[in-house]
């Protein structure tokens, strides 16, 4: 079942084209890279998925709600964790969680049991009565996730998440993130670090602002390591 369909997306900064005809299905339960370099187009294609900004040209859809006809319901089944943080680091875990739930609609026994699970899913329970602040960068980028997961979103996206992060830290959140792939959500993951992604996950490349591949990440390998490959197209348009 396609869960995200993006078609026919462009969008542009006064003369700057940004996004070129972005085309790509992706269904669900899959690990998905958004692969590419910095400048290729990643932020505003998420700030486009995000209704951060609009565009008249083109389409997109979230578990076959229209993003722009249906807004509403289209966001309502994404969860999203942004580059820069967005927590309250003097409040905890725990008081992040129920001001977000809060915000979702969510209260009382309803919003408790979808904290506890978030945080289970993130390994994050024990530390629910820290102070945001006290936590390391890994375990904030998991908090976000934990909160991007309270409302049960089917597609979970994540803008560069590991910007930061240690080699210890960014390898726990790639694979928690895969774990969460293989119960059936939809991970769109935008990245441009090739060991952030397994042979077997889909892989859109997108280079300034056009999709050069949408494969699975073996399949655009060809059998080369796969920044081998990713360096190559992404160098062919570039000036001498």
């Avoid at 462009?10 to 339960?29: E, P």
């Avoid at 056009?210 to 655009?220: F, Q």
Wanted: aromatic share 4%; hydrophobic share 45%; glycine share 8%.
């Amino acid at each position: 079942m396609t869960m995200l369909a993006v078609r026919d997306l462009s969008y542009s900064y006064g003369s700057k084209r940004a996004l070129d005809h972005v085309s790509f299905d992706i269904a669900a339960g899959r690990f998905c890279a958004l692969l590419g370099p910095n400048g290729a187009g990643k932020s505003t294609l998420f700030s486009l998925m995000t209704r951060l900004l609009v565009t008249r040209h083109g389409a997109i859809s979230v578990a076959g709600h229209d993003l722009a006809r249906s807004p509403r319901a289209a966001l309502a089944r994404i969860g999203v964790v942004f580059q820069q943080q967005t927590l309250d680091l003097d409040m905890t875990v725990l008081q992040n969680l129920r001001y977000f739930a809060a915000l979702q609609g969510l209260s009382g026994a309803g919003a408790q049991r979808s904290i506890d699970a978030a945080l289970d899913r993130l390994d994050m329970r024990e530390r629910a009565g820290e102070k945001a602040r006290a936590l390391n960068g890994g375990h904030r980028r998991r908090m976000e996730i934990a909160r991007a997961l309270i409302h049960d979103p089917k597609v979970l996206m994540l803008d560069e998440p590991t910007v930061g992060l240690d080699t210890g830290s960014r390898k726990a959140i790639t694979a928690h993130v895969h774990e969460l792939a293989e119960s059936g959500l939809l991970v769109f993951w935008a990245t441009h670090l090739v060991d952030e992604i397994r042979d077997q996950d889909d892989v859109v490349v997108l280079h300034r602002g056009r999709v050069l591949r949408h494969d699975r990440a073996a399949a655009i390998a060809g059998g080369r390591p796969l920044i081998d490959t990713f360096i190559e197209m992404t160098a062919q348009d570039e000036p001498a």
